[in-house]
């Protein structure tokens, strides 16, 4: 019983095709995330959902959406890929409104590379 | 523009002695910040966080201190085990209560037995 669950953990596609990854929390958290590790190993945000209305939007284009159909669920869709995009994307929950911060529940990750 | 800063890519001690895991940050902003460890193939997990109106926080083997002034925070581990062998990850937030987190790139330590 993962708390924070994505699927599928690794995608190999190639350049132009669309893809979508799947995150699901089971921890009844109101708030959802994804993250992308880059090839500089930085984790940096893209979105954030509160109880599916969006949050944080971080200058992601818009080849990118997330799509929170219930607030146990945040999916990534990515249009016309490129290269650019390969990277490890995290989703996450947390409880907002218990303090400044919260502390991020992560998924194992999604390893996503474009041919 | 990095706001968050680990400068040390990789640390490698011996089991039983300490470890320090540096931060530093530009944002200031920024008032709580949080260290995450992350296995291989798995995502981060949190580990030990500080608000900023504190200068040290313990929590077991693990105390994060924070200078303020100097916008730096470091990780002590103490004493070190194998199983500490991981990547760290500093975070920081501001107040603006988004959840919205800034990490590091991450320090990959290696503790040797």
């Known amino acids: 019983d993962t708390a924070v669950s994505q699927t599928p953990k690794y995608l190999v596609t190639q350049m132009g095709n669309d893809k979508s990854i799947k995150c699901e929390q089971n921890?009844?958290?109101?708030?959802m995330y994804w993250y992308k590790q880059d090839s500089k190993k930085f984790l940096k945000i893209m979105f954030s959902?509160?109880?599916?209305?969006?949050?944080i939007n971080e200058t992601v284009p818009n080849r990118f959406s997330p799509k929170s159909p219930d607030k146990a669920h945040l999916n990534l869709h990515i249009n016309s890929l490129e290269l650019g995009d390969s990277a490890v994307y995290f989703c996450a929950s947390s409880h907002t409104g218990v303090d400044l911060a919260g502390e991020l529940f992560f998924g194992e990750g999604s390893r996503l590379t474009v041919l | 523009d990095q706001q968050v800063k680990q400068n040390s890519p990789s640390l490698s001690v011996q089991e039983g002695r300490i470890s320090i895991l540096n931060c530093d940050y530009t944002?200031?902003?920024?008032?709580?910040f949080l260290w995450y460890k992350k296995y291989p193939a798995e995502g981060p997990t949190f580990l030990i966080s500080?608000?900023?109106?504190?200068d040290k926080n313990e929590d077991g083997r693990f105390t994060v201190f924070l200078n303020k002034s100097a916008k730096h925070l470091s990780l002590h581990i103490v004493p070190s085990q194998p199983g500490d062998s991981a990547v760290y990850f500093c975070?920081?937030?501001?107040?603006?209560?988004?959840?919205?987190?800034?990490f590091g790139q991450g320090t990959t330590l290696q503790v040797k037995p």
């Open positions: 975070a920081a937030s501001d107040a603006s209560n988004t959840g919205k987190l800034i």
């Open positions: 944002n200031s902003m920024f008032d709580y």
């Open positions: 921890l009844g958290h109101d708030t």
């Open positions: 500080i608000s900023s109106i504190k």
């Open positions: 959902y509160n109880n599916k209305e969006l949050i």
